[in-house]
């Protein structure tokens, strides 16, 4: 499915606590600096228009999220959401996942990894481009705490399978277990714009979560 056009951004408000540059994180890494205070954190990869780290920001608000977005952008619509949201507990960073988790994200410091609805690539060629690989699989592993969970849902079948044979080849992580289906009756029961959309269109969503052991 293609991406729609995103709304020109307009706003007054100020963003610098809701959206950074991926310069602006701390050096070296600090989410004590980030987020001015100490709690689980949970990284999103790949946000788009931020709905999953509004909404699990608000309900879970004992931890911190960090989206971490590619596309500047998007990475700072959602940082606008955030902002309007008044969510203290929520920045998204523009940025590549992979870059953030090679010279930054430690071992043993995420309570949870998500990452819904990933870039397909369609073509063989551009494969080696995805975001669920061999690469995320051994920094989920490392990164995780024990007990932490990586969240792993897409729309395209094909991704789905070889994105949890990476996993299970390429870590020590336990799974793939199958996170309940939720009820559709409203935009809360969807965790991203992608879902929601694939799931009006009457279309499947693939699930897995990954734990690692304790
Ligand atoms: C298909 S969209 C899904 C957005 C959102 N997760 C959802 O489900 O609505 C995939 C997003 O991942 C972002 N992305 C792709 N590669 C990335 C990377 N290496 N690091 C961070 N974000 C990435 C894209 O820019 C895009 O916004």
Known sequence: MGRRALRRIQTELDLSHHFKTYDQLPRPWSPELLFGRTAPLELEIGSGKGLFLCSASQMRPDNNFLGVEIAARYAEYCGLMLAKEGRPNAICVAGDA?????????????????????????????????????????????????????????????????????????????????????????????????????????????????????
Do not use: C
């Not at 949890?164 to 559709?184: R, Y």
């Open 98 to 214: 992979l870059q953030l988790f090679n010279e930054m994200i430690p071992d043993n410091s995420l309570a949870a990894i998500h990452v819904y609805f990933p870039d397909p690539w369609w073509k063989s060629r551009h494969r080696k481009r995805r975001v669920v690989r061999d690469e995320l699989a051994r920094h989920a592993e490392r990164s995780l705490v024990p007990g932490g969970v990586l969240h792993f849902w897409t729309d395209v079948e094909e991704y789905f399978h070889s994105g949890v044979e990476a996993i299970l080849q390429d870590s020590k992580l336990e799974g793939p277990f199958e996170p309940p289906e939720l009820p559709a009756t409203h935009d809360l029961d969807y965790r991203t714009h992608f879902e929601r959309r694939t799931r009006l269109a009457g279309l499947p969503v693939y699930r897995s979560e990954f734990r690692k052991r304790t």
